[in-house]
């Protein structure tokens, strides 16, 4: 953008890829980390590993909440240690309980 004085460079400066505007700040974080991609794919282990485990359980008419206590076992850092952002999980699980409560 440009500023009153015509220079390229005003308040917002805005980075053009592709067409596609983008703040400069944010892109930098998002390319720099990939916290949110790691986080999303654990939410989605974890979730792939809760479904097999209590579709198991269901099959072996056992009660489903156990299923989730093994599958969270399975996932963890005490079990196969399949979870690699496990302080970001930990917080979402805290607020999970929070709203089953």
Partial sequence: MKNKSGDPGGEIDVLNIQGVALFPERYQSIQNTGMEVHLLQDIVLILGLSAAVVFLFQ????????????????????????????HEVEQLSEIGVILLL
């Fill in 59 to 86: 099959r072996l008419n056992l009660p489903t909440i156990p299923g989730y206590l093994l599958a969270g076992i399975i996932a963890g850092p005490s079990g196969l240690k399949l979870v690699a952002v496990t």
